[in-house]
């Protein structure tokens, strides 16, 4: 990777990386307006049945999920972009045994960094990239230094993981790797 892109890596990560330290905290109390803040307190530590908590996790799962999840997504626009399976996996940079795995009845879930290599390989703009880490269950965060990279990347059209990975490492950030398992 050139130096000219290196910097302007560097340049974008001052101006869009978000240090942890200053997002809020998640214990701050917002929205009650009409409780008090000891009362608002109060509710947040009163234990709900779990009969109620079951409930409430099985209608946000109903309203939220992706039919058919990661793999069927992945497929669908592995199959848009013209990409047979193994051209796929190969950009990705991804074994053809851990790819089957994704695909196949076992559909064993991701690795955030798979399902970064995978959008990468798909050269899919933002929104859609950030579409398929959502059927992973992930999302790039302003506060992690390896994130920002990717949206850079994604920004610069930079899809290659040969070279999303040299800008990774001239940073001194972990590379996109394979999953091992």
């Known amino acids: ?16 990386y978000t240090p942890v330290h200053s997002l809020p905290f998640a214990g701050v ?8 803040s000891r009362q608002a307190s109060f509710n947040l530590l009163k234990p709900k049945p ?5 409930d409430d996790a099985s209608d946000y799962i ?16 592995r199959q848009e972009k013209g990409l047979s399976p193994a051209a796929l996996y190969k950009k990705a940079n991804i074994d053809r045994r851990q790819y089957s795995k994704y695909m196949g009845p076992e559909r064993r879930h991701p690795s955030m960094n798979t399902a970064i290599s995978f959008g990468l390989a ?30 850079f990347c994604l ?6 993981i040969d ?3 040299a800008l990774l490492f001239a940073l001194g950030i972990e590379p996109l790797a394979r999953d091992i398992s």
């Open 155 to 160: 920004e610069k059209g930079i899809y290659d």
């Open 1 to 16: 990777m050139d130096e000219k892109t290196i910097e302007e890596l560097r340049e974008y990560l001052k101006d869009n």
């Open 29 to 36: 109390t917002i929205g009650f307006a009409a409780a008090s």
């Open 163 to 165: 070279n999303v990975n």
């Open 122 to 151: 798909l050269g899919l703009e933002r929104l859609e990239f950030d579409e398929l880490l959502q059927t992973a269950g992930y999302a790039l965060n302003n506060s992690s230094s390896r994130d920002v990279c990717i949206m």
């Open 50 to 54: 779990l009969r109620v908590i079951s």
């Open 62 to 77: 109903k309203k939220n999920r992706t039919p058919g999840g990661f793999a069927h997504t992945l497929d669908r626009k």
